[in-house]
């Protein structure tokens, strides 16, 4: 036996026994999309025992399973579920916890095909509205709150600026109105923040990101605290929406999970490494890190994760043509729209767009990078080399 809350034995042994499969020290992918039973009594008999659970692919997977076994260990909550990507996750996660009129808060800076979901889907065809708000000062989510909110949607720290949101503060907003907190926890992974345990009731993640970590699946999860929540979220939500993630990428999502920690750890300080580098360039005006000491928000970053990953952004002096012609010649940061891998990448997020520039809250131009596993010296001199050309 060991410590079900020891996070490295939970992400390499945690809900697994060799002996089940003949030895064999990873379990097998389970790839078939039936399981048959031996009467009627047994094909219904749902519950009774883990076997009893898997009767149809759509609904459960015992590869799939292994993984949300550990996720859920991982986040401290009492189940979690696996879906085909980050979005099924973040859409099933809103979806079950909304009707139509309710009212959402959503932090201005979440990941963009979320703001796209609320907007065009829970707004425009399901007649929800949507409060945006900067969410730094947990009184400007309080003031938004209406009678009809029904889901507080949180990301932090936040896309491309990197802002942290104070977790707990609003986790307490939330409850004492009866709002269901949903926080996409991509960005630190369960290692490096546990929204649960600081009163968030669903944890979500694009596990395409670093828990794969090889840029070869497509995948989503989500943990919460709630079992009657969560069993609803799986019962009526994923099995009824076909969102669960392949068997396939179960068993890929298992493999990074056994990684997750080296790899946060190397991209972790390949990132500050270059932060640092980029905080004392003459033509940065300014970097956005939560690894970093400057960080306006250490002390809540000191309270609330225990580490950072290695995405960060950076505000370039220069016009967005020259900028971008500068980058243009980068070689190891691959212009790419993804991150979490093993590759290192770059997005050009905001050029001479004022109405971006206030939405973002940025001055000049913001390039996003996700610093990879090369070697921090080849990726310092890749930067140094594109720089200079500005």
């Known amino acids: 036996m060991f410590d079900d809350k020891d996070d490295d034995m939970i992400l390499t042994h945690y809900g697994e026994d060799p002996s089940r499969y003949f030895g064999a020290v990873i379990p097998p992918i389970f790839m078939n999309s039936l399981h048959v039973k031996q009467n009627f009594d ?6 009774c025992d883990e076997s009893a659970n898997y009767s149809y692919g759509r609904v459960a997977n015992p590869t799939v399973e292994h993984v949300e076994k550990k996720l859920a ?6 189940k979690a579920l696996c879906f085909g990507s980050g979005m099924a996750a973040i859409s099933t996660a809103v979806l079950n916890s909304t009707r139509t009129g309710s009212h959402i808060v959503c932090v201005m800076n979440a990941y963009g095909p979320t ?6 889907i829970c707004r425009d065809r399901f007649g929800m509205t949507v409060t945006y708000v900067r969410g730094v000062d947990p009184a400007e989510i309080e003031d938004a709150i209406r009678p009809e909110t029904a889901v507080i949607m949180l990301e932090s720290p936040t896309t491309f600026v990197f802002e942290i949101i104070d977790l707990a503060q609003i986790a307490k907003i939330a409850r004492k109105r009866g709002i269901i907190t949903i926080i996409d926890n991509t960005y630190c992974t369960s290692l490096y923040q546990k929204p649960l345990e600081l009163g968030i009731d669903v944890s979500v993640h694009t596990a395409t990101k670093y828990f794969g970590g090889h840029s070869d699946i497509i995948a ?3 943990a919460g605290a709630d079992p009657e929540q969560m069993d609803q979220m799986g019962n009526q939500g994923r099995a009824l929406y076909g969102g669960i993630l392949g068997p396939m990428e179960g068993w890929l999502m298992l493999r990074g999970m056994r990684t997750l920690r080296i790899r946060l750890e190397a991209h972790q300080a390949a990132a500050k490494k270059v932060a640092l580098y980029l905080e004392s360039h003459p033509k940065v005006s300014a970097v ?6 400057s960080h306006p928000q250490h002390e809540l970053i000191r309270r609330q994760q225990t580490g950072s990953s290695g995405l960060l952004s950076f505000e370039l002096l220069g016009s967005p043509e020259k900028v971008k012609a500068a980058l243009d010649t980068l070689r190891l940061f691959q212009a790419g729209p993804s991150w979490g891998g093993f590759e290192s990448l770059r997005v050009f997020c905001v050029g001479s767009d004022s109405k971006q520039k206030d939405w973002y809250g940025c001055k000049n131009n913001l390039i996003r990078l996700h610093v990879g596993l090369e070697g921090t010296a080849n990726l310092l001199a890749d930067l140094e080399n594109a720089l200079k050309l500005l």
């Open 42 to 47: 047994d094909l219904y008999a749902l519950g």
């Open 73 to 78: 260990a991982l986040e401290r909550g009492c």
């Open 288 to 293: 956005h890190y939560p690894g970093l000491a």
């Open 115 to 120: 703001r796209h979901f609320l907007d065009a």
């Open 220 to 222: 989503g999860a989500a």
